[in-house]
């Protein structure tokens, strides 16, 4: 059974520096997302990039945040320049279509650690 | 602001007994529910949706617009259902159907 993918596993950097994480969702998915989790709290959304564009994002997607769709197969969420507060786990999702009852298929995360 | 609340972050039962986890939405229209799971060291996972209507792995949610709330409930629960539980909804405001989550509540299950 297809599933999201998501590279690395675990990821430590020091504060200031930049860092992508990457994805790969289902082939024939259309809809693309991030959400995080502090450990802790709960999972928010980040932002949903659909047609190689945001189609939304939440006050948490800043500008030291982007997303992009380099080729035809990854989904990266990059981070300009980490800060402590950015420690968290960060969950790619995808979704064939668009409909608000659609199932949602999550990667296992990215464990990012910011020193 | 559309929020989900889970009141209860531990939820522990022995076998076999019933299992009531508890989710309140506020949101002053026709939002779309959901129960995620997350059985350990497994990924997120759809458990169910409130416009199915079905039951997967005996649990079942019913949407109470009145109380606002979307419990999820099993009468008889087993080992293999401890794992963190994650009400979420999505809405009609103009989003891309991205999620709403509680905080989930984690269920143990004793033997």
């Known amino acids: ?115 | 602001a559309q929020r989900v609340t889970q009141p209860e972050k531990l939820l522990s039962v022995f076998k076999g007994a019933p299992v009531e986890l508890k989710c309140n939405y506020s949101y002053s229209g026709s939002p779309e529910l959901f129960w995620y799971v997350q059985y350990s060291r497994q990924r997120l996972q759809l458990l169910l949706r409130h416009i199915s209507r079905e039951s997967i792995k005996g649990f079942t949610a019913d949407l109470n617009k009145g109380e606002t709330s979307f419990h999820l409930k099993k009468p008889f629960a087993q080992e293999e259902d401890s794992a963190m539980y994650y009400c979420a909804s999505t809405s009609y405001g103009g989003s891309q159907g991205n999620l709403i989550f509680g905080k989930g509540t984690k269920l143990s299950v004793k033997p």
Not at chain 1, 64 to 77: A, C, H, I, K, Y
Not at chain 1, 85 to 111: H, K, L, V
Request: glycine share 4%.
């Open chain 1, 1 to 115: 059974e297809p599933e999201v993918t998501q590279t690395p596993s675990h990821q430590v950097t020091q504060m200031g520096q930049e860092v992508i994480l990457r994805c790969v969702p289902i082939s024939n998915h259309l809809y693309f997302y991030w959400y995080r989790q502090i450990l802790g709290q709960k999972v928010e959304f980040l932002v949903s990039f659909y047609n190689n564009e945001i189609s939304e994002k939440s006050e948490i997607f800043d500008d030291q945040f982007s997303v992009e769709r380099p080729d035809g197969s990854n989904f990266t969420l990059k981070i300009r320049s980490t800060k402590l507060e950015d420690s968290a786990m960060y969950f790619c999702a995808s979704t064939p279509s668009w409909s608000f009852n659609n199932e949602q298929f999550f990667g296992p995360g990215t464990r990012l650690t910011v020193l």
